[in-house]
């Protein structure tokens, strides 16, 4: 007896008219970090991308509405390089997205995390969003395969960049582009807002999720694959270690939802060509 193919059981309660993955047109791009494109160029090759940086598919539903979240001072560069690749990637993924750029106003010490925290406050009057992507600007994907999506836990998008000979550095590293829902980020109680210049908001970030329950998920290394534009080193925050060590007294009070520490104010806001910009006052460094 010939052997017949087993037919597939099927899906149910999915809805079809969501948009499906074409794998076989995604896959590694060439990535050149030195060229530079202007947002003109990049507009020009994107023509669908409407103004704030925002794109939906035609003909299906896209499974999330994502909202990825840069960052931001002066990089301009950088800005110029991640945009020229996302656009094209995301629209190839065929996810309804729109871009927002968390740019810090000033010169104090730069905060990560409570600019994240802005940023997802912010992003409310343009959404709702289902998942959030917290992405550094300097961070360019190089597979199409690596979907910008969430799972239900903390997903580790970077899983393997090249500054970083493309593994993960320890365990709970949690730094550079990472995926969350919505309500799971509100669960956490977002980032914290204590952490003014570089260093260790990004493994507070992760003791958090853990506190929750939530997993760390990670793509394959050979897909969660970036490439990191060269730049100067910030200086450390001196307080940054210790800070980190008392998380756990501090989480449930320090992010999204303390008054005393998430405090900022908005100077600029436009919907650019590209992206939508946000440039907020976040109020002295400590
Ligand atoms: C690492 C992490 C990053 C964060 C940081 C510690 C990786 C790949 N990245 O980044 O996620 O945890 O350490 O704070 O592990 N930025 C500006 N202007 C500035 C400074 C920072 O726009 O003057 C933004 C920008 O989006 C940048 C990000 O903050 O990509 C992280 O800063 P970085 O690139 O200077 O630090 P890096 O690469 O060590
Ligand atoms: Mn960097």
Redesign the pocket.
Known sequence: MPETLVKSPGVTGVDSSRCQVEWHKLGVRQIDITEVPNFNVTLEKNPEVKVGGHWKPQGCVSWQKVAIV??????DQ?LKILLSHLHPMLNRQKIEYRIFVIEQWGDDK?N?GKLMNAGFIESEKYGPFDCFIFH????VPENDRNLYLCDNHLRHL?SA?DEMRYHVMYYNYA??VIAIKKDRFIEVNGFANSYWG??N??DDFSARTQEKNLLLTRPPEYIGRFK?VR?K??SRNAHGNDLFFGWRGRWETDGLNSHKTMNYSILTEEEMPLYTQISVDLGPSK
């Open positions: 840069i960052p931001y001072r002066d990089r950088h730069f990560r550094d600007v300097d961070l970077s960049i730094g550079g570089w260093g908001e990004d990191m730049h080193k910030e």
